[in-house]
């Protein structure tokens, strides 16, 4: 079966997300390296050939849109401007000389990055002091900075909100290493469905501190994330593999923790002789920390192997800990809450099979709480028992699934996949706008209005839907979702939302 979209629909689309501006002070910048030496004026038809020149273009409220390419370092000087890649951060990439993007001036919320990849740092990937950006569904790697944050260095009371990232492979070169992937002091950031994963610490003396993140005198919201094989392994000194937290607030839900390491560090000089690691995943000081609906399994520390609490208090409740409270070491306050497993995950690439026992074992009070990772909504009846029940762990399992197949290109065609382990009837609906709005007891519609609906069935199926050669529909971002269900039994559940964006 194909589905086209109809031109009248596709110019509708494109007024509705914003890519035509009628009546609109804003302005649309664009950028394309391909220009390169330039300069160019910002337009459509001659870009300018870097980001940082259409960001001094650009005033508040303003889009910098940029095409794939190789870019260099990007301030964004305190404006409230959004800078967005067409394509991703696997075609867009700040090769970064210094610091690869700096937020510094007191940008806020409004300030935007995102689908970039940051490679190359020196003085880290992401720099936030005393500015609260949204910096979302790029991939931070391969970044360094002496002492910490690697990846990003967020301090002097920022409050940015970190959502949708990939935070991966970065490290502290030799100084006092802490936070290879996060360093944050005295700030209040949000951390929300990212993969923090490989990152490491290296220190001359002292030792390294929380190779994924370090946090000190701040409060940290920490949602949705998967945080895995970091390692603090190097040094003299080795504590937190996932998380050193030294006086700070931590408030946790939907995580899982794996992989990580704080293991016996190396005597780096005599005076200076090698000290049992500390705190596999977690290695908290005079911290108050609640974690709820995750998964702590396989990390690995001499003392703690998933955590070590030097003071303050932490509580766990509705979360999978691999060895329960023999896995926990230190002095500090600890207790078990309601719903505490031990139990084998059961799942492939961390995201949970149908046979898992973390599928609707979460929080009963937690209901519609957004996205996991790969979109699926939160929470569904994942076990078939019609109640909606969040599961343990970042990730959501879901009896519906959706997948896409091939890009969509202007004159092109691309596929979607519907699926169950289940024979359920579905609706297969696209829409341009996002939105996230509780349907209990199905989960969360996920696409907003309008929708345009394209097949209705039974499932499995595909159907194939055919892109017009109109060039308004460049650009166009452009989600689907499905909806499973059974006729006349009132159960059902929505599917994960694909995004694209028309090329």
């Known amino acids: 079966m194909s589905r086209s979209l109809s031109s009248s629909l596709a110019l509708r689309f494109a007024l509705l997300a914003g890519l035509v501006q009628v009546g609109s002070a804003q302005t649309t910048w664009f950028v394309d ?60 990439i700040i090769q970064a000389v210094g610091v690869g993007v700096r ?5 806020g919320p409004g300030a935007l990055l995102r689908g970039f990849q940051i490679t190359g740092a020196s003085e880290h990937g992401i720099l936030c002091d005393g500015a609260s950006p949204t910096i979302e569904g790029n991939r931070i790697r391969k970044n ?36 290879g992937g996060l360093y944050i002091s005295n700030s209040s950031p949000t951390i929300e469905r990212n993969i923090i994963r490989g990152n490491d610490v290296f220190a001359d003396y002292g030792g390294g501190e929380g190779a994924g993140l370090f946090i000190q005198y701040s409060t940290v919201e920490l949602h949705g994330n998967l945080i895995i094989n970091n390692r603090a392994t190097d040094e003299s000194r080795n504590v937190g593999g996932g998380i050193c937290a030294v006086k700070s607030t931590i408030i946790g839900s939907s995580n899982t923790f794996s992989g990580n390491r704080s293991m016996r560090g190396l005597a780096v000089v005599p005076e200076l002789p090698g000290t049992p690691g500390k705190g596999g995943a977690l290695h908290l000081v005079d911290t108050q920390t609640t974690f709820t609906d995750t998964i702590f399994w396989n990390d690995a520390a001499d003392l703690g192997p998933e955590v070590y609490a030097e003071g303050g208090s932490v ?7 691999q060895g329960g ?6 002095r500090g306050a600890v207790s078990f809450g309601e719903g505490m497993l031990d139990t084998q995950p059961q799942w492939h690439a961390f995201h949970l099979l149908h046979q898992s026992p973390l599928v609707d074992a979460g929080s009963p009070s937690r209901r519609s709480i957004g996205t996991d990772w790969d979109l699926d909504p939160r929470a569904v009846d994942g076990n078939g028992d019609g109640v909606e029940r969040v599961d343990i762990g970042w990730d959501e399992y879901n009896v519906v699934q959706l997948e896409v197949e091939g890009k ?23 829409a341009i706008r996002t939105a996230d709005v509780e349907r209990p007891p199905f989960g969360a519609v996920l696409i907003g209005v309008p929708r345009v609906v394209f097949a209705k069935g039974l499932m499995p199926a595909s159907h194939k839907v055919a892109v017009p050669n109109e060039s308004i529909l460049y650009g166009m971002r452009v989600s689907f979702q499905a909806f499973g269900y059974i006729p006349r039994a009132g159960r059902g559940s929505f599917s994960r939302r694909a995004d694209f964006t028309i090329r």
């Open 144 to 179: 360094s900075a002496l002492n910490g944050g690697g990846g990003l260095y967020i301090v002097g009371d920022s409050s940015p909100h970190i959502v949708g990232n990939s935070i991966e492979k970065n490290t502290c070169v030799p100084g006092m290493g802490a936070g």
């Open 315 to 321: 509580k766990f409740s509705y979360s999978n800990m």
């Open 33 to 92: 390296d391909d220009g390169c030496p330039g300069p160019g004026d910002g337009s459509v038809t001659t870009p300018f050939c870097s980001i940082q020149s259409a960001v001094s273009a650009a005033s508040d409220g303003d889009f910098v849109l940029v095409y794939p390419g190789t870019y260099t370092d990007v301030d964004f000087a305190g404006k409230e401007i959004q800078v967005i890649s067409f394509e991703g951060p696997g075609n867009t």
């Open 103 to 107: 937020f510094d001036k007191g940008e």
């Open 325 to 330: 409270l023999a896995k926990i070491a230190g």
């Open 408 to 430: 969509p290109v202007l004159g092109g065609s691309f596929s979607v996949h519907v699926n169950a382990f289940a024979d359920l009837h579905y609706i297969l609906a696209g």
